[in-house]
């Protein structure tokens, strides 16, 4: 089995900066690309940012600039450093992994529980 745990959520003032973690951990041989996504209420869930085992990186069109995502491959963690945050950013933020379980098998997606984040203006 495989869980991803979020953290570091919280309320903040429009201005303000945050720092999220999400640690995977469980049956893991290794762990490909991480990402976040976030979904605010009666919106889709949207791809806020990602980045691949090798560290290549890619943001939303309207993070880029105020988001940094980040990871430590040696505790299987990412992190999303959030600075500028606007009230537009409101949402619960979701952390997923692409999980490789045993040398022989295929990535699989596993996703966190979210935690929330908002942004008063």
């Known amino acids: 089995q495989v869980q991803v745990v979020e953290s570091g959520g919280g309320l903040v003032q429009a201005g303000g900066s945050l720092r999220l973690s999400c640690a995977a951990s469980?049956?893991?041989?290794?762990?490909?690309?991480m990402g976040w996504h976030r979904q605010a209420p009666g919106q889709q869930r949207e791809l806020v940012a990602g980045?691949?085992?090798?560290?290549?990186?890619n943001y939303a069109d309207s993070v880029k600039g105020r988001f940094t995502i980040s990871r430590d491959n040696a505790k299987n963690t990412v992190y999303l450093q959030m600075n500028s945050l606007k009230p537009e950013d409101t949402a619960v933020y979701y952390c997923?992994?692409?999980?490789?379980?045993?040398?022989?098998?295929?990535?699989?997606?596993?996703w966190g529980q979210g935690t929330q984040v908002t942004v008063s203006s």
């Open positions: 997923n992994a692409a999980v490789v379980t045993t040398r022989y098998s295929y990535a699989n997606d596993y």
């Open positions: 469980g049956s893991i041989f290794r762990v490909n690309a």
């Open positions: 980045i691949t085992s090798r560290g290549n990186t």
